[in-house]
């Protein structure tokens, strides 16, 4: 996929709960805060499992900024709603 297209997918799923596959594959499950043309953030959520499912940080992101944590989008293969895994 390309970055183009994951810049207007994860455009059109902000503020939703998603699950982000990166290259490395690593899962990440938590609701998108934040895009930019290089960057997605997201910040996990303690209802969709928290530590030990490929998060990096604790919750509410770096700093204390609310934001979450940045995923490059270049370094995401997939993106989908973490909604179709919870029913």
């Known amino acids: 996929m390309s970055q183009s ?3 207007n ?5 902000h503020g939703q709960r998603v699950r982000i596959t990166s290259r ?3 899962v990440h499950l938590g609701q998108i805060t934040r895009i930019n ?10 209802s969709l499992g928290g530590f030990g499912m490929g998060y990096y940080g604790g919750y509410g992101g770096y700093g204390g900024d609310g934001f979450g944590y940045g995923i490059a ?5 997939g993106i989908v709603l973490a909604a179709a895994f919870f029913w």
């Open 5 to 7: 297209n994951l810049y």
């Open 9 to 13: 997918q994860c455009c059109r799923y």
């Open 24 to 26: 490395d594959g690593r």
């Open 37 to 46: 043309r290089q960057t997605v953030w997201i910040r996990p959520s303690q």
């Open 73 to 77: 989008l270049g370094a995401i293969t």
